[in-house]
């Protein structure tokens, strides 16, 4: 009897959690934004802003209109729509997981000029002053492995990513480069395209599951081929 009374319990508790989850789930979407939006103003003096951010269905979130806009600076980033299905098990630790994004247009344009520039908020973690104990190696090696750590997480993360155009300008150089990835935990395929050279590459990519290992390559049709496994 105890053991019945404890899991119509459970289930009562259950049912209500999922029930005030449906109910207020855009609420608390919009609050994280928001808070989202005030660390990085705050932090790196960015502007981030959407047209629309919603959730659809029980773990999917939908945004349109994204724009990332440094304060004072060009535009950075505006991405027309996006798809996050995110991991509900690492929202009960606190974090923010995703199963799979889907990405369908974003246009990012880079100024790197002494007269024109919106990268110089990337500049603002490294203003932090150094310990007395703290070294270049000590940097690098740190910044290293946070780079690492991102990099097999995204690993972690199935992506759809479909024209994504990069303009990046700077006193001697002007590219326009077009992106199409696809990457479901299993294999990578894709190409960049560098549109004012007409110049394609081919990525792949596989993953071993033996011994959970990744190997990738880029080909330059009639060029070069080359294979990068880890």
């Given at each position: 009897?105890?053991?019945?009374?404890?899991?119509?319990?459970?289930?009562?508790?259950?049912?209500?959690?999922?029930?005030?989850?449906?109910?207020?789930?855009?609420?608390?979407?919009?609050?994280?934004?928001?808070?989202?939006?005030?660390?990085?103003?705050?932090?790196?003096?960015?502007?981030?802003?959407?047209?629309?951010?919603?959730?659809?269905?029980?773990?999917?979130?939908?945004?349109?209109?994204?724009?990332?806009?440094?304060?004072?600076?060009?535009?950075?980033?505006?991405?027309?729509?996006?798809?996050?299905?995110?991991?509900?098990?690492?929202?009960?630790?606190?974090?923010?997981?995703?199963?799979?994004?889907?990405?369908?247009?974003?246009?990012?344009?880079?100024?790197?000029?002494s007269a024109r520039n919106n990268i110089g908020f990337l500049k603002q973690r490294g203003k932090q002053k150094p310990s007395q104990t703290s070294s270049s190696t000590v940097g690098y090696y740190a910044m290293a492995s946070d780079f690492e750590g991102k990099f097999f997480k995204l690993l972690n993360t199935a992506f759809d990513l479909k024209d994504i155009h990069i303009n990046y300008t700077d006193s001697t150089l002007n590219e326009n480069i077009l992106v199409q990835l696809q990457y479901d935990l299993h294999s990578l395929s894709g190409q960049i395209i560098n549109q004012y050279l007409h110049d394609t590459i081919l990525l792949s990519g596989e993953v071993l599951e033996k011994n959970r290992s990744y190997q990738f390559s880029a080909q330059n049709p009639g060029k070069s081929d080359y294979y990068l496994p880890f």
């Amino acid at each position: 009897m105890k053991f019945r009374k404890f899991l119509v319990t459970f289930l009562i508790a259950l049912v209500t959690l999922v029930s005030l989850f449906f109910l207020f789930r855009n609420t608390v979407l919009q609050y994280a934004f928001t808070r989202i939006q005030k660390h990085a103003q705050q932090n790196y003096h960015l502007n981030i802003n959407a047209t629309t951010i919603r959730f659809s269905g029980f773990n999917r979130i939908e945004m349109d209109g994204l724009v990332i806009q440094p304060q004072n600076a060009d535009t950075l980033l505006v991405v027309t729509e996006a798809q996050c299905k995110i991991s509900l098990l690492s929202l009960l630790t606190g974090k923010i997981g995703f199963h799979k994004i889907d990405v369908n247009g974003a246009f990012t344009n880079i100024y790197n000029d002494s007269a024109r520039n919106n990268i110089g908020f990337l500049k603002q973690r490294g203003k932090q002053k150094p310990s007395q104990t703290s070294s270049s190696t000590v940097g690098y090696y740190a910044m290293a492995s946070d780079f690492e750590g991102k990099f097999f997480k995204l690993l972690n993360t199935a992506f759809d990513l479909k024209d994504i155009h990069i303009n990046y300008t700077d006193s001697t150089l002007n590219e326009n480069i077009l992106v199409q990835l696809q990457y479901d935990l299993h294999s990578l395929s894709g190409q960049i395209i560098n549109q004012y050279l007409h110049d394609t590459i081919l990525l792949s990519g596989e993953v071993l599951e033996k011994n959970r290992s990744y190997q990738f390559s880029a080909q330059n049709p009639g060029k070069s081929d080359y294979y990068l496994p880890f």
